[in-house]
């Protein structure tokens, strides 16, 4: 048996129903606050009310990194998912169950226990108003939903016992999805290793899974650097390839199999958009999703390629910037540019698709034969060339000037036709991996609630 932690809102029961589900597990059970007040000497209001909220988090932090890695069951705090830390100490070697009640359950509960309110708001909206700050951190912690609401604390402690012997995913489901996959260009030890999880004897019910969904997406080196995160972070999960021509199909797929999440590539980083029940503010001003996390039954959509191209950028703020390209990662990428106070020219083959992206974002726009009359200080290619197994760069030799930095987002190969042309025109250059390090901690971040630092992922990498 894994670690059980219950996650979730206070009043959602998970003291009580931990409390029974460890009976029932022959196990031990821990509070983490009260564990806090065991090691303090204080109890919880005490806490708020002589120091502050940042005090008790910070004995919360020093708690949860004390807790035992034998088979336990844990009550958290509501509010410990918004510490990467706590969710790195957490989510090592354990099943984690979020539970979840309506706004009036949790009321009439937190009445007959009163604790120290968070905000000055009245009560239901103060639950919904936290609820919502932290609905997205609740999703990164959950590798289960139950919802308390109209349930005994034994009755929710059976369903997670059922959770955890069969999982999510019945066996006709799991059997049809390790055909679909079967279908896909999979290479051959990928596929039996996905078939032995999905439906291979002693398969564990618990293994949640995730891919790179695209086609083609083999260049992805995603699994690569998800499956190894695991390994280090000891979480229960396998990360594959979700690669058709149907970003539908790949979606149905996901959806039947519960999927933690997904990581988009071309061609579906505007198409899957139709597909999901929310889309973030940053994504929606893109117009483009390249994550998306699965948790309440519900498809949620962002972008965290902006965030990965803003990242290298951070010392060019202010600088007059040519963006070559026009599709899903040159929307990320002007917003990215836009963010940082950039004068922001777009160029693309086609103009009119220069214009739309232009006027979306706020930016000027031309033709591609404009480039030499822009004279940028930077210069960003959103475009695929230069992509294996391409072998061309999006410029010419003698319109790279040493003046100029060049960030090439292309990351297959790392050393682009571009970059190696910048190189030997004496420009400064940005290599693609920098935006996949950048976007990738953010989507496990999105995924887990973990902050992984980037020299882990360079390690990995490289």
């Not at 931990?18 to 919880?44: C, K, M, N, W, Y």
């Not at 998800?226 to 790949?250: G, M, V, W």
């Amino acid at each position: 048996m894994r670690r059980i932690v219950l996650f979730g809102y206070r009043g959602t029961g998970k003291t009580a129903i931990g409390t029974v589900l460890a009976r029932r597990l022959g196990v031990p059970f821990l509070d983490t606050d009260a564990l806090i007040e065991q090691q303090s000497g204080r109890t919880i209001p005490e806490i708020f009310r002589k120091d502050d909220e940042e005090r008790f988090r910070t004995l919360e932090r020093e708690a949860i990194a004390g807790l035992p890695a034998r088979d336990i069951v844990i009550g958290t705090g509501g509010g410990v998912v918004m510490d990467p830390k706590n969710m790195e100490h957490l989510r090592a070697q354990s099943t984690c169950v979020l539970l979840t009640a309506e706004i009036a359950t949790i009321r009439r509960r937190l009445a007959r226990a009163p604790r120290p309110p968070l905000t000055s708001l009245p009560a239901d909206q103060e639950i919904a108003e936290v609820i919502a700050r932290r609905r997205h951190n609740y999703a990164a912690a959950a590798d289960f939903c139950v919802d308390t609401s109209r349930t005994t604390n034994e009755e929710a402690a059976g369903r997670i016992l059922g959770l955890l012997e069969h999982g999510t995913i019945p066996a006709p489901v799991r059997e049809a999805a390790a055909k679909w996959f079967a279908a896909t260009p999979l290479p051959a030890p990928e596929r039996e290793q996905l078939q032995s999880l999905l439906t291979g004897p002693g398969h564990d019910p618990r293994t949640r899974f995730l891919g790179v969904a695209g086609w083609p997406c083999g260049h992805s080196r995603s699994p690569l650097l998800f499956n190894r995160l695991f390994e280090k972070y000891q979480l229960d999960c396998h990360y594959t390839r979700f690669e058709d021509p149907s970003i539908s199909a790949i979606m149905e797929t996901a959806r039947s199999i519960d999927a933690k999440g997904l990581s988009v590539t071309i061609p579906f980083k505007q198409d899957v958009m139709a597909c999901l029940d929310e889309i973030d503010d940053a994504a929606r001003q893109i117009g483009a999703i390249n994550t998306v996390v699965f948790a309440y039954g519900e498809a949620y959509g962002c972008n965290t390629d902006w965030l990965g191209i803003k990242k290298p950028l951070a010392g060019h703020k202010g600088a007059r910037a040519v963006l070559l390209g026009a599709g899903g990662v040159a929307a990320a990428a002007a917003y990215a540019l836009m963010d940082l106070g950039m004068e922001v020219t777009i160029l693309n083959r086609t103009p009119e698709k220069a214009r739309a992206l232009a006027e979306r974002s706020g930016c000027r726009w031309g033709a591609w034969d404009d480039f030499d009359r822009t004279n940028p200080d930077l210069v960003v290619n959103a475009t695929p060339v230069g992509m294996q197994p391409d072998t061309k760069s999006p410029l010419r030799d003698d319109q790279l000037k040493k003046e100029m930095t060049v960030f090439d987002l292309v990351y297959t190969p790392p050393v682009t036709p571009l970059i190696t042309a910048a190189r030997k025109a004496g420009c400064a250059t940005i290599i693609g991996t920098e935006v996949f390090i950048h976007q990738a901690r953010e989507q496990f971040r999105l995924f887990f609630g973990i902050d992984v630092p980037d020299t882990v992922i360079r390690e990995i990498l490289a």
